[in-house]
C-alpha cells in the first residue's frame, strides 16, 4: 500500500512529478491506522467488440413510436445509418431513445442521436423510437461479465490504455474524432485478495475514467454504469460480492466509445488509473474526498532574495465522516500540518463529532490552524518549486485509530480586479494560458502520469503560467504536476446542468492549489433548456462545495457577457475587437479572455497544400472566428489595438491550444487526422509559432528566431523570412551580406519579401537600445547520412522499475556535419530491448496515417519519437533505429534502477495479488 516516503533524491525534472494522486495522498498513519490502497491497472485481458452488435428484438425492446418527435437532451452516436443508431442504444443499457435524422426536413441528416428520454417536441423527419427506462440487470447473461468466462486468449495489458489509438484511420470515420473508428472494450481483470483483508471491512474501488460509458460487474453481480468518460465512478463491495481468503475474484467492465461526449478525439477504454481502498474497521471512517483543507493568508506578504513570497496564514479544515454503523458513533478528530519533506508538526488541533447512524456528518473546525510566515504557492521560476504542505487526519473511535488520510494542499492569495485583472499573493499577474485536450502522440489519452509534468513544462519553455482543461475534468496527475511545477489552471466542468458530474469535479479538485478558476462549461456544451438557471444552480452548488476556495466560477460562453451575467468572472470567448465594450458595458464584472487565437500551422512547412494536408508555419493562417498570435493577445491590427496584453482589465487568456491533438483538422478534412491548432506539434516539438509566444512572453530574456530554414536543395526562388524577437530592430543577413534593418512592433514581428535563397548562412541579429541583444543562425545542411538517438527534454533521464515511468527518445535525421535535414521524411523502425518497452511513437505530421503503436513511422522534417515505459525490473534498456539508406543510430543505451526499499510496490504485480 502507499507509503509516505518517496524515493531516493531524483533530477529536478524527475521531482516534478506526480507521486501517484498525491492531492488526494493516502497513508497507513500510527499503528492503528488501517486505511489501505491499492493500484488496480496491472494485469488485465482486453477484447475488442463489434461496436453495433445487432438489436435481437427491436420492436419489442423498442416499444414506444417517437417518430416526427424530437427529443432534447440527447448525445450525437457515431452510427450513421438508421440500423446503427437503433443497434448503438439497444446496446446501451442506460439508453432509452434513439432518434435518426432520415431526411433534410430535420435538419441534421445522417446524425443518429441516443440517450435518456427529457423534453420532446415535434420535430418533423426523425425516426425514433424509445422505451422505459431499464431496471438494474439481475444477473450477468453475457460472456464478458460471466467470471467463469475463458479469457486466456484474450490479449494481455496494463492500464491506462486507449483502444481507439490502435484503430485504422479510415476517412469513413468520424472526422472530429480524428477519423479512428470508435467501438466498445471488453476489460476483466482476476485479482486475490490480501489475507489482511477480512469481511466486514469497508471496501470500494474506484475508476478514474472509463470512456465513453461504462459498465461494471464483479463477480458476476452487477455494480453499475456512469455515463461520463471524464469523471470518476465508485463502487462500494460487500461480503455478498467479494471473495476472501485466497479466492479469486473477477472483475469486468464494459466500456462503450461509440457515443463519444465531444467534437474531438475523446479515444476509448479504461483509460485513467483504477484503485480498490479498504478501511478494516467498519465504522466511522473519511468519506471520499471528504477532507477539505482551504486556507486564507492572515497578514502582508514579505518576499525574499531568491522570490518566494511568505506570510501569516490560517488554514480553515473540514472533514466529512461516513458512519456504516446502524448507531451513532462519537469520533475524534486529530489534526496536523506539516511540510511534505518533515515530519515536525507546523500546527495540530483535536476536535469531536457524533456521526449518525448509517450517513454523513460534515466536522468544522472551531478555529483556524495557524502557520507564522507559510510560504506561499506561487508561479516559481524553474528549478524552484512551489511550497505545499500536507493536512493529517486521524479518526479515532473507541480509543482506536480507526481511519487516517492525508491530503496535500497550498497557500496563496488569489483574486480578480475588474480593472486590472488577476493577483497572486499581491502581484498583478497576466495568466498567459492554453487551452488543451487530452491526449498524446503514441498513446492517445491514456497517457502515463509521467508526460503530465512534461506537457506542462514544455509549455512553461516559452514563458506559459497557465492551463484550461478544455473541455471537461482533467486527469488527476495533470493537477498534482501543476501544483508541483507551478501552473495556474482553469478547471473546466463537462456540461452545464449536471449536478452530480460538477460535484464529483469540485469535490476531487478543490484542495489543488493551482485550481484558480472553476469553469461550468465551454460553448454549445453550456446549451440547456433553460442556461441560466442552470448556470446559477451550479454556480451556487459551487460555493457551498468550495466556499473558502476562493475562486471565481467562470464560462468560455459570450451568451453570458454583461451586467446580467450568471459568472464571477466574464469568459470572452474570442472577438479581440469586442473588448473595449464589453468592458464599458459591465465594468464592474471581472474578465478573461477564456479562449483565443486559433491560429493554424504545421512544423516545418512554409506552404498551405490541402492535398497534402498541411498548413504554413507563417502565422497568418486561422479560422473565421480566430486570429493570428500577434493580433489576439498583442492587439496588432485589431481596433484601438484590443488584446490580451494591452488591456489591463482582461485577467489573461487561453491559446486554442497549445498542443496539437486527434481530431478537428481544420481548416481541412481528410488526410487530416488531427488539429493544426497547436503552438506544439501532438509529439511535443515546438512550430515556428512557439517562438512569438517566448518572445512576448518572457519579455526579459533576449530571444530571436528567424524561419524558415535554410536548406532548399536544388531550388532557386524567393522566399518570405519572418523574425520574432523581443527586440527594438533587427537586421538579416543571407551569406553575410545584410539585406535590410527594421524595427520590431512591439509584440509583432518583421519580414523580408522576396529573400533570394542562396544555400549558405541565414542570421537574424535583434538589438536592444542599439546593442545586440541575440543572434540566430541557419545553415544549408547537406544530404542526410544518418540517424541519431537522444533522450527528448530530459525525459527518461532517471526511470525506476514501477511500471509507469516513461521516456522519450527522439530520433533526428542528419547531414554528415550532425545537423537535422529539415525536410527528411525517411521511414524509421525502432527497437527496443531490456527494462522497457515501446508503447507508441509519433512525428507530428498532422496527416500521418500510420497506427500510434507501429515501431516503423516516417520523420517529419527530420525528427520522429519513440515512448517508452519501464517495466517491473531494473536494468538496461538499449534503444536502435534503423532507416533505409541512412548509417544506423549508435544505440542509446538508459538504465532502469530499482525500487528502493521503502518505495510502495503498488504499480506493478508479479501475480494476481494486490
Not at 60 to 76: A, E, H, M, V, Y
Request: net charge negative.
Amino acid at each position: 500500500f502507499l507509503k509516505s516516503k518517496m524515493a531516493a533524491k531524483k533530477s529536478w525534472l524527475q521531482s516534478f512529478l506526480p507521486i501517484v494522486g498525491l492531492a488526494c495522498l493516502i497513508f497507513a498513519v500510527g499503528v492503528d491506522a488501517q486505511r489501505t490502497r491499492f493500484s488496480m491497472d496491472n494485469g488485465w485481458k482486453f477484447q475488442l467488440s463489434d461496436p453495433f452488435p445487432s438489436c435481437k428484438d427491436p420492436n419489442s425492446t423498442f416499444p414506444l413510436n417517437k417518430n416526427d418527435i424530437q427529443c432534447l437532451g440527447l448525445t450525437q452516436s457515431s452510427a450513421t445509418t438508421l440500423e446503427e443508431c437503433l443497434n448503438a442504444c439497444c446496446a446501451d443499457s442506460a439508453c432509452e431513445v434513439y432518434q435518426f435524422c432520415e431526411s433534410s426536413a430535420c435538419g441534421m441528416q445522417g446524425q443518429c442521436w441516443i440517450g435518456k428520454v427529457d423534453q420532446c417536441q415535434p420535430g418533423k423527419g426523425w425516426v425514433s423510437r424509445a422505451r422505459p427506462p431499464q431496471p438494474p440487470p439481475k444477473g450477468c447473461t453475457e460472456p464478458w461479465c460471466n467470471p467463469a468466462t475463458d479469457d486466456s486468449k484474450w490479449r494481455s495489458l496494463d492500464l491506462p490504455h486507449d483502444f481507439v489509438v490502435e484503430g485504422t484511420f479510415t476517412p469513413s470515420a468520424n472526422e472530429a474524432h480524428g477519423y479512428l473508428p470508435f467501438g466498445v472494450g471488453f476489460y476483466r481483470k482476476h485479482f486475490v485478495l490480501p489475507a489482511s483483508i477480512q469481511p466486514g471491512f469497508v471496501i470500494w474501488i474506484d475508476f478514474d475514467g472509463i470512456q465513453t460509458h461504462s459498465e461494471v460487474w464483479l463477480n458476476g453481480a452487477f455494480l453499475g454504469t456512469h455515463a461520463s468518460g471524464y469523471t470518476p465512478s465508485r463502487y462500494f463491495l460487500n461480503a455478498s460480492v467479494l471473495k476472501f481468503g485466497g479466492q479469486t475474484n473477477v472483475l469486468a467492465v464494459k466500456a462503450d466509445a461509440t457515443n463519444p461526449d465531444g467534437w474531438w478525439y475523446d479515444g476509448g477504454g479504461i483509460y485513467r488509473h483504477v484503485w480498490l481502498t479498504a478501511i478494516n474497521t467498519p465504522g466511522p471512517h473519511i468519506a471520499p474526498w471528504g477532507v477539505y483543507a482551504p486556507s486564507l493568508v492572515a497578514g502582508p506578504t514579505t518576499w525574499n532574495a531568491q522570490g518566494v513570497p511568505s506570510a501569516n496564514a490560517q488554514v480553515i479544515p473540514s472533514v466529512e465522516i461516513w458512519n456504516s454503523q446502524s448507531t451513532p458513533a462519537d469520533v475524534t478528530l486529530t489534526l496536523t500540518i506539516r511540510t511534505p519533506d518533515s515530519t515536525t508538526p507546523l500546527a495540530r488541533t483535536t476536535g469531536t463529532i457524533t456521526a449518525p447512524a448509517g450517513g454523513p456528518v460534515t466536522w468544522n473546525i472551531s478555529s483556524p490552524l495557524t502557520l507564522t510566515a507559510a510560504t506561499l504557492w506561487h508561479l516559481v521560476k524553474l528549478p524552484a518549486t512551489p511550497a505545499l504542505y500536507l493536512l493529517e487526519v486521524l479518526v479515532t473511535y473507541r480509543g482506536t485509530v480507526v481511519d487516517a488520510e492525508t491530503v496535500r494542499f497550498g497557500i496563496r492569495n488569489a483574486s480578480f480586479d475588474p480593472a486590472t485583472g488577476f493577483y497572486l499573493n499581491g502581484i498583478n499577474t497576466k495568466i498567459l494560458g492554453t487551452a488543451n485536450h487530452q491526449d498524446f502522440a503514441g498513446v492517445g489519452v491514456a497517457i502515463p502520469d509521467h508526460l503530465q509534468a512534461h506537457r506542462i513544462l514544455k509549455l512553461k519553455e516559452m514563458g506559459v503560467n497557465g492551463w484550461r482543461t478544455a473541455h471537461n475534468p482533467p486527469n488527476i496527475a495533470l493537477l498534482d504536476a501543476a501544483d508541483e511545477i507551478g501552473m495556474v489552471v482553469w478547471d473546466e466542468n463537462h456540461r452545464n446542468g449536471q449536478d452530480a458530474e460538477c460535484e464529483l469535479l469540485i469535490r476531487r479538485d478543490r484542495n489543488h492549489p493551482s485550481v484558480i478558476i472553476w469553469s461550468l462549461c465551454n460553448e454549445v456544451l453550456c446549451n440547456t433548456n433553460d442556461w441560466v438557471k442552470d448556470a446559477l444552480r451550479l454556480k451556487a452548488l459551487i460555493k457551498q462545495l468550495d466556499p473558502r476556495g476562493n475562486r471565481p466560477v467562470s464560462a468560455n460562453q459570450n451568451g453570458w457577457i454583461g451586467p446580467h451575467t450568471p459568472l464571477d468572472l466574464q469568459g470572452f470567448d474570442y472577438s479581440t475587437g469586442s473588448y473595449d465594450g464589453w468592458h464599458r458595458d459591465a465594468p464592474n464584472i471581472s474578465s478573461i479572455s477564456s479562449e483565443t487565437s486559433s491560429a493554424v500551422s504545421d512544423r516545418g512547412e512554409y506552404v498551405n497544400n490541402q492535398s497534402a494536408g498541411h498548413v504554413s508555419g507563417y502565422d497568418n493562417n486561422y479560422p473565421g472566428w480566430g486570429e493570428s498570435a500577434q493580433q489576439a493577445w498583442g492587439g496588432v491590427g485589431v481596433g484601438a489595438g484590443q488584446g490580451i496584453l494591452t488591456r489591463p482589465f482582461i485577467s489573461g487568456g487561453w491559446t486554442w491550444t497549445g498542443w496539437d491533438y486527434k481530431g478537428e483538422p481544420t481548416p481541412y478534412a481528410w488526410p487530416d487526422i488531427n488539429s493544426h491548432f497547436g503552438i506544439l506539434d501532438i509529439a511535443g516539438f515546438p512550430k515556428d509559432r512557439f517562438h512569438w509566444y517566448r518572445a512576448w512572453f518572457i519579455p526579459d530574456t533576449p530571444s530571436v528566431w528567424v524561419f524558415p530554414h535554410w536548406s532548399w536543395e536544388g531550388q532557386s526562388f524567393n522566399l518570405p523570412i519572418w523574425v520574432y524577437a523581443n527586440a527594438d530592430e533587427v537586421e538579416l543577413f543571407v551569406n553575410s551580406k545584410s539585406q535590410g534593418r527594421k524595427a520590431m512592433p512591439k509584440y509583432g514581428h518583421v519580414e523580408w519579401q522576396g529573400v533570394k535563397y542562396e544555400p549558405g548562412t541565414l542570421k537574424a541579429v535583434a538589438y536592444k537600445r542599439g546593442v545586440v541583444s541575440a543572434v540566430m543562425t541557419r545553415n544549408t545542411t547537406g544530404p542526410a547520412v544518418a540517424l541519431r538517438l537522444s533522450i527528448k527534454d530530459n525525459v527518461g533521464t532517471d526511470l525506476i522499475a514501477n511500471c509507469k515511468d516513461v521516456a522519450l527518445v527522439q530520433v533526428e535525421v542528419i547531414d554528415a556535419n550532425g545537423a537535422v535535414v529539415p525536410e527528411a521524411a525517411d521511414e524509421v523502425t525502432f527497437s527496443v530491448t531490456g527494462a522497457a518497452a515501446l508503447i507508441g511513437t509519433g512525428n507530428g505530421d498532422p496527416a500521418c496515417h500510420v497506427n500510434d503503436k507501429s515501431a516503423t513511422r516516417p520523420v517529419y522534417h527530420g525528427l520522429g519519437l519513440a515512448v517508452l515505459q519501464a517495466g517491473s525490473s531494473e536494468g538496461s534498456v538499449t534503444v536502435t533505429a534503423t532507416a533505409p539508406g541512412l548509417r544506423a543510430a549508435a544505440p542509446l543505451t538508459l538504465t532502469v534502477r530499482p525500487r528502493p526499499a521503502d518505495w510502495a510496490t503498488y504499480w506493478c504485480h508479479a501475480s494476481n495479488e494486490l
